[in-house]
């Protein structure tokens, strides 16, 4: 957890948004979420969405993009501590931005 604290946080940090601590109480990552109110899937579309469902309540997604090299690191750190469904949604946004 802690590579992926610093990870988002250093993310923050380059986009000037630092005092945005609140993000830090979502277990996902919709801060960096591209595509607000949709949901990733196999097929393609949602491609940098989040897999979070939101609730009343919940901090909507932030739409602030991500540097490719670490939306890349983010999938293999989800992935790596067993969060599958996160680091899939990563992993589709890096290789769609790879791909195109």
């Known amino acids: 957890m802690d590579t992926l604290f610093t990870l988002l946080s250093v993310g923050r940090w380059l986009q000037g948004r630092t005092a945005e601590k609140f993000w830090d109480v979502c277990e996902d990552h919709r801060e960096f979420d591209l595509n607000e109110g949709t949901e990733a899937s196999a097929g393609g579309a949602g491609l940098g969405a989040g897999t ?5 309540g919940d901090v909507r997604p932030g739409l602030y993009p991500l540097d490719v090299n670490a939306r890349h690191r983010l999938a293999t750190a989800r992935i790596k501590i067993g969060d599958i469904e996160e680091g899939k949604v990563d992993a589709l946004s890096y290789f769609a931005s790879n791909l195109c």
């Open 52 to 56: 979070h469902r939101e609730r009343e």
